[in-house]
C-alpha cells in the first residue's frame, strides 16, 4: 500500500515540489518500505521519535522536523536534522544556532508563519519574520540558515479560505524574494490540501496520511 501510494502522488507532482513523507507515529517498517521504494525525505513532529528513527534507518535519509520545537530537545537532533520547519521565535532560532555550532553544522531552518484564522496555530506574523529577516542574521547567527517559509492553514472544509491563506503566504514569499532575501523553499500542503498549495505556489509538500494510512494516536 504504502509504494503504490508514494508512486500516485510522486507522479502527480510538479517536478520542482519536494515530497515530505510525514512518517510521525508511524512504526519503523513503515518508514522501510517507503525507503525501498526510494523515498529518502521523512517528516516527523516529536524529537524523541525521529532521533529513535534515524538511529535505526540508513544514513542517506535527509530528517525534516516538522512540529512545534521544544528549545530544550533541540540539542537531541542538532548533529542530524536536515531541515526545521517550525521556527516561530528568535530564541528558538539562537538555541538552533548554538546546537549546530556544537556539530560544526549550519542547519537550515523555515521560518513558520502565521496564516491560519485559528488561535491554536503556531506561528510568525508576517511583520515578525519581516523583522528577522531584516535583522542581519546571518551574521550573528552564523550556523543557521533561514531558507524559507512554512505554513499551515486552517482545518476547514471552505476551500476559498485555505486558498486566500496559501496565497497570503506566497506572496509573502515572493516579496521577500524582491527584496533580496534568498529564500528558496515555501513548505505548504498537507493530505488534504496538498493540491491546492501547490497551485497557490507551494514547492514542498508535507504529506503523512495520504501515503501511510490514517494515524492511531492510542495505539
Ligand atoms: C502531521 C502533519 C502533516 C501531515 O498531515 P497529513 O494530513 O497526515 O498529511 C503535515 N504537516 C504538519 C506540520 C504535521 O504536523
Do not use: C
Not at 512540529?67 to 517550525?86: E, T
Not at 482545518?155 to 524574494?177: M, V
Request: net charge negative; glycine share 6%; proline share 2%.
Amino acid at each position: 500500500m504504502i509504494k503504490e501510494n508514494l508512486k500516485r502522488i510522486k507522479e502527480a507532482l510538479p517536478e520542482e515540489v519536494t515530497l515530505v513523507a510525514v512518517s510521525k507515529t508511524k512504526p519503523i517498517s513503515d518508514l522501510q518500505e517507503a525507503y525501498e521504494a526510494g523515498q529518502r525525505i521523512f517528516g516527523e513532529n516529536k524529537i524523541q521519535e525521529m532521533v529513535e528513527k534515524y538511529d535505526a534507518l540508513p544514513k542517506d535519509i535527509q530528517w525534516h522536523m516538522i512540529g512545534h520545537l521544544q528549545r530544550n530537545k533541540v540539542k537531541y537532533m542538532a548533529h542530524f536534522v536536515d531541515l526545521i520547519h517550525g521556527v516561530d521565535s528568535i530564541k528558538t532560532l539562537q538555541e538552533i544556532n548554538k546546537q549546530a555550532a556544537k556539530h560544526q553544522r549550519v542547519i537550515r531552518v523555515l521560518l513558520q508563519a502565521k496564516i491560519a484564522k485559528e488561535d491554536s496555530k503556531f506561528g510568525l506574523s508576517f511583520d515578525e519574520i519581516q523583522e528577522i529577516l531584516a535583522s542581519d542574521l546571518q551574521n550573528s547567527l552564523s550556523n543557521i540558515r533561514v531558507v524559507g517559509l512554512m505554513g499551515m492553514a486552517t482545518f476547514t472544509d471552505d476551500q476559498t479560505q485555505i486558498g486566500e491563506e496559501f496565497t497570503n503566504l506566497n506572496n509573502l514569499f515572493t516579496t521577500l524574494k524582491e527584496q533580496q532575501h534568498p529564500l528558496e523553499i515555501l513548505s505548504m500542503g498537507m493530505s488534504g490540501d496538498y493540491e491546492l498549495a501547490i497551485e497557490k505556489g507551494s514547492n514542498m509538500v508535507r504529506i503523512g496520511s495520504s501515503i501511510f494510512g490514517v494515524r492511531n494516536y492510542n495505539a
